[in-house]
C-alpha cells in the first residue's frame, strides 16, 4: 500500500513538472512588434508602457508618480512617393489621484530602415521624451532626426543618448534597451535631476503568443494530464 501511495505521489509530482516545462516552453507573455519591410517598431497596437518617477525636484514631477504610454495605432502611409511606418501615441500622466491625458492618438514618428529616414513628433523631440524607437536600435540615426529641428545638440554614450539643449546647462539622458525600449529618461538642469523616470515592467502591457488558441492548447493540456493522473490512481487503487 505503502508503494502505490509512494507511486501516485511521483506521478502526481511528474505531471506538475509537466505542467511547468510546457509554460516554460511556451512563456505567457512575449513582447509583439510590428514590421514593414526591413522597418520595425518593438510594440504591437494597444502596448501599454509605464515610467515610474524616482526622483524628481520640480513641484509637478513630484506630483507625477507615473508616466503611461499607449500606441493608439500602427500603419501604414505613403510620404513623397515612399512607404513609412507610422506611430501613433496616448500618453498620460498620472497626477494626484487619476491619469491625465497629455496627447491622444497623436502622432509619434515615421519611420524606413531602407531610406535611413526617421520624423519625430515636434511633441516628442521639443520635450526630449522619447519613449520607444524602431529596431534594431541605431542611435545616431535617433540623434540626427532629434537635432535637425534645430535646437537640440546629441551625444552618444554606449547605450545612452544625450540631448543638449544647446548649452543652456540642461540635458535629457536616456538609457535604451537592446528592445528599443527607454528604460531610463531622465532631465538634469545645472547638475540637478528634474525628474527621472525608470521603467517598470512589470507594468508592461504585451501580447500572448498565439493568441486564444495559446491558452486554450495550455488549458486543454492541462486538463488532459489531470485525467491521466485521475485515471492511473483509480487503476493502481483496483490492483
Given at each position: 500500500m505503502k508503494l502505490k501511495k509512494m507511486s501516485?505521489?511521483?506521478f502526481i509530482a511528474s505531471t506538475a513538472c509537466l505542467c511547468l516545462i510546457l509554460l516554460s516552453i511556451f512563456p505567457l507573455y512575449v513582447l509583439g512588434s510590428t514590421t514593414l519591410g526591413e522597418s520595425t517598431f518593438p510594440v504591437e497596437e494597444e502596448s501599454e508602457f509605464i515610467w515610474e518617477t524616482v526622483n524628481a525636484t520640480e513641484s509637478w514631477y513630484i506630483d507625477v508618480p507615473l508616466v503611461r504610454f499607449t500606441v493608439s495605432k500602427i500603419y501604414n502611409e505613403t510620404f513623397n512617393e515612399k512607404n513609412y511606418l507610422f506611430l501613433n501615441y496616448t500618453l498620460e500622466f498620472y497626477y494626484k489621484?487619476?491619469?491625465?491625458?497629455?496627447?491622444?492618438?497623436s502622432f509619434y514618428m515615421a519611420y524606413n530602415k531602407t531610406l535611413n529616414f526617421l520624423n519625430w513628433s515636434s511633441e516628442g523631440f521639443r520635450s526630449g521624451n522619447l519613449f520607444i524607437f524602431p529596431t534594431p536600435i541605431n542611435l545616431t540615426l535617433i540623434g540626427e532626426a532629434v537635432e535637425k529641428e534645430?535646437?537640440?545638440?546629441?551625444?552618444?554614450?554606449?547605450?545612452?543618448?544625450?540631448?543638449?539643449?544647446?548649452?543652456n546647462g540642461t540635458r535629457i539622458e536616456i538609457s535604451i534597451n537592446s528592445a528599443g525600449i527607454s528604460t531610463?529618461?531622465?532631465k538634469i538642469t545645472n547638475g540637478t535631476t528634474i525628474y527621472r523616470w525608470e521603467l517598470n515592467e512589470d507594468e508592461i502591457i504585451i501580447i500572448v503568443p498565439f493568441g486564444s488558441n495559446y491558452i486554450i492548447i495550455t488549458i486543454a493540456s492541462i486538463i488532459l494530464l489531470a485525467v491521466i493522473t485521475k485515471k492511473k490512481i483509480a487503476n493502481s487503487r483496483r490492483h
Amino acid at each position: 500500500m505503502k508503494l502505490k501511495k509512494m507511486s501516485q505521489k511521483k506521478f502526481i509530482a511528474s505531471t506538475a513538472c509537466l505542467c511547468l516545462i510546457l509554460l516554460s516552453i511556451f512563456p505567457l507573455y512575449v513582447l509583439g512588434s510590428t514590421t514593414l519591410g526591413e522597418s520595425t517598431f518593438p510594440v504591437e497596437e494597444e502596448s501599454e508602457f509605464i515610467w515610474e518617477t524616482v526622483n524628481a525636484t520640480e513641484s509637478w514631477y513630484i506630483d507625477v508618480p507615473l508616466v503611461r504610454f499607449t500606441v493608439s495605432k500602427i500603419y501604414n502611409e505613403t510620404f513623397n512617393e515612399k512607404n513609412y511606418l507610422f506611430l501613433n501615441y496616448t500618453l498620460e500622466f498620472y497626477y494626484k489621484i487619476s491619469w491625465v491625458p497629455e496627447y491622444t492618438n497623436s502622432f509619434y514618428m515615421a519611420y524606413n530602415k531602407t531610406l535611413n529616414f526617421l520624423n519625430w513628433s515636434s511633441e516628442g523631440f521639443r520635450s526630449g521624451n522619447l519613449f520607444i524607437f524602431p529596431t534594431p536600435i541605431n542611435l545616431t540615426l535617433i540623434g540626427e532626426a532629434v537635432e535637425k529641428e534645430g535646437f537640440l545638440n546629441y551625444s552618444v554614450i554606449e547605450q545612452k543618448i544625450v540631448f543638449d539643449y544647446n548649452g543652456n546647462g540642461t540635458r535629457i539622458e536616456i538609457s535604451i534597451n537592446s528592445a528599443g525600449i527607454s528604460t531610463i529618461i531622465e532631465k538634469i538642469t545645472n547638475g540637478t535631476t528634474i525628474y527621472r523616470w525608470e521603467l517598470n515592467e512589470d507594468e508592461i502591457i504585451i501580447i500572448v503568443p498565439f493568441g486564444s488558441n495559446y491558452i486554450i492548447i495550455t488549458i486543454a493540456s492541462i486538463i488532459l494530464l489531470a485525467v491521466i493522473t485521475k485515471k492511473k490512481i483509480a487503476n493502481s487503487r483496483r490492483h
